[in-house]
């Protein structure tokens, strides 16, 4: 299985999540564990200064995936939580499933802890170039 170690974000998706989770955490508030969430992702990602390929999850691409061993497969776009909007398919990048897959690369399975227990993996199909509007 694939990890974290592979991560790559594009320093556009890097900043606009900064933007997002910098200066307003108080320490233990949930806005705080995203922010750190988000350090943690820097630190372990490869940053590329132009757009990530066209295999790599990023914000605004939708990205299809199965979940293992069900079987079912999604196609979403991952966001940041002011433009979630889960009924057209775009879900916040703080998500479970947005945690897992940003930065990853198709033919990747990810191991999750997710409220389903009977999803074990996460495998990226692919992903698209055609960002959806904002």
């Known amino acids: 299985m694939k990890n974290r170690k592979e991560l790559l974000l594009s ?3 890097a900043a606009t ?3 997002s989770f910098r ?4 320490p233990g508030s949930t806005e705080h564990e995203h922010a750190e969430w988000f350090d943690e992702l820097v630190s372990v990602a490869r940053l590329l200064p132009g757009a ?9 691409r939708p990205v299809t995936y199965i979940e293992q061993p069900t079987g079912v497969r999604h ?3 991952f966001v ?3 433009q979630a909007e889960p009924a057209a398919h775009r879900v916040s990048v ?3 499933v947005g945690r897992a897959l940003l930065g990853q690369s198709v033919g990747a399975r990810i191991a999750v802890n997710l409220p389903d227990r009977r ?9 698209s170039n055609n960002e959806v509007e904002s």
């Open 52 to 60: 990530v390929g066209d295999h790599v999850v990023a914000l605004g």
């Open 119 to 127: 999803i074990e993996h996460l495998e990226v199909i692919a992903v």
């Open 17 to 19: 999540l900064a933007a």
């Open 11 to 13: 320093t556009r998706d």
């Open 80 to 82: 940041v939580p002011a």
């Open 94 to 96: 703080l998500s479970p």
């Open 75 to 77: 196609c979403v776009a």
């Open 23 to 26: 200066g307003r955490a108080a």
